[in-house]
């Protein structure tokens, strides 16, 4: 069993950065490829960015290429997401995710373990 807990949300201005956080319990962590998936009021959850149990593999979404950046650091059990030049339209809960099968990528169902969500709120 992994739990995840996020952090690091608010309310930033656009073009402010944000740097999330997802905490994992387990010794298993390391394992695991590791996602972010966001969900705005009245629409469907979908996918961010993912990275490989290494570090070394990344999946991004379009709309966030070049903005976003996806990290790990194994020894910490945590993975980051670092959030620039926000838009109003990145204002979502944000979820990390943890697959076990260390498949990863932009499919949720793939993914074994989902944390509380935090909420990013961009002001225009």
């Known amino acids: 069993q992994v739990q995840l807990v996020e952090s690091g949300g608010g309310l930033v201005q656009a073009g402010g950065s944000l740097r999330l956080s997802c905490a994992a319990s387990g010794r298993t962590f390391s394992s695991y490829a590791m996602a972010w998936f966001r969900q705005a009021p009245g629409k469907e959850r979908e996918f961010v960015a993912s990275i490989s149990w290494r570090g070394s593999g990344f999946v991004y979404a379009d709309f966030v290429k070049g903005r976003f950046t996806i990290s790990r650091d194994n020894t910490k059990n945590t993975v980051y997401l670092q959030m620039n030049s926000l838009r109003p339209e990145d204002t979502a809960v944000y979820y990390c995710?943890?697959?076990?099968?260390?498949?990863?990528?932009?499919?949720?169902?793939?993914?074994?373990?989902w944390g509380q969500g935090t909420q990013v709120t961009v002001s225009s």
């Open positions: 995710a943890a697959d076990q099968a260390n498949i990863g990528g932009s499919t949720a169902r793939r993914y074994d373990y």
